[in-house]
């Protein structure tokens, strides 16, 4: 039976294992610890293993029976040998001259290695490998034997030569692969050999940091040449790159470089500076007689009514914020302060009432502001929920993505009209920061109804009359 019949038997036999099983060849290789590609020459033909091992494991994996695995390794075993006979067909030595090249000084060897092994990169390598392996004293001559036959060299002098060239090369090769392996990323891409030997790194930062910057000199540059140990940039001095790279402060606290990104605060907000007192009573001030004011809108439309007729909030405004992290990580709301961007005469016109009267059994919680004050301050005022108290709020506090909060802020003025608006500082994961919460880029406003006329909506006459109070 030919060669190629006895390879063509025992792929055979692999192709109908594989089909047993509903897996592809790419998972079978990742099973069995190899390439795709090589799996499949296997099972084609194109190549034979030089071990039995993967095999075994590739009948493991397929189910194969202890008689299908013993039939394997028998028709395995006839393959191999015969991808070593030499391609004549017959066993015979040749006689090298001294201009032998090394290939034909070895018998066909199977196309396609082993689990882990490399395929030659070069005809020398291969022929100082055989030869390592297969060296045979003689009386005059030296042997190496390829497979199951032998096959004649040129003189001892001669072979010694081509191994001892062969060996050169190899260890060349194997220096310069090796170097590669511990350069740096990015100077794999830049260049290789006596360049990147030539080049050094250095550590950077402060203190305890996170851990050394490395900076690397282009490829080329003098300092990669002829300064072997260079002063750290300003960059390297900070951290390196402006990177995250941060040095613990005394109290233990980390501060970030001065060249760091801010980023996105961790926190978002949503406000709504038209909300009314326990939900129905709230006064607007309108330039405007009583018959060109419309009637009273529902809450929900408060903030386009008074959009429309120009009305500005009377006596008070409540704010009700809405706060809550970007994500799960908890950011920390350190402080609610109050800024005053200007202060003038009440507002003229008239103050009109959104209610008739209404009241319930739950107050809030909220923060107090008088903004009358020189210097307001947002003070924690506690609830009451049918006369259960309800604890005030206090800074700090915590939200996240999962646990937002409503903060309620109740600013009043009996004698300005008060524009301002709030800041809102955070902590979170060393960051710290500050938001301005405003009126859609624009500062709330607040005016005394003081003095002004004052009317409520008479549903039954469908008109607005003077309130008495």
Known sequence: MSAQDEVARFAALLRELKGRTDRSYGQLARRLGMNTSTLHRYCAGDAVPVDFAPLERFAALCGA????RLELHRLWLRAAEARRRPRGGAASETTQGPDASPETAQGDRPATPSLGEQPDSSPDLAAARDSSHAEEPGGGDTRVVSGPVGHSQGP????????????????????????LSFLPDERKAAGSGAVGAAEGTRDSGTGGGAGPARSVAPTGSPS??????????PSARRGGNGTASKAPGPTGSAT???DAPAGPPPLTWSVNDHAWSYGCGHDYVVAKPPAQVPPPPVPQDART?????????GGETLVELSVQGRSDTAVVLTALRVRVAGRSAPAPG??????QGCGGALTPRYFDVDLDKDRPIA???A??????PIPAVRMPYRVSATDPEVLMVTARTEGCDCRWWLELDWSSQGRTGTVRIDDRGRPFRTSAVEGLPHYEYDTLNRSWRIRND
């Not at 029976?65 to 299908?68: C, K, Q, S, Y």
């Open 65 to 68: 029976t202890d008689a299908e």
């Open 156 to 179: 001892a002098p001669q072979r010694r030569k081509r191994v001892a060239v062969a060996a050169a090369a190899m260890c060349a090769v194997l220096a310069t692969v090796g170097s």
């Open 224 to 233: 990669a040449s002829r300064s072997p140990s260079p002063s750290p940039s």
């Open 256 to 258: 970030a470089p001065d």
């Open 305 to 313: 009514w008074a959009a429309t007729q120009g009305a500005v909030h």
């Open 350 to 355: 008239n103050a009109y009432a959104m209610d």
């Open 379 to 381: 003070r924690a005022v």
């Open 383 to 388: 609830g009451n929920d049918a006369g259960t």
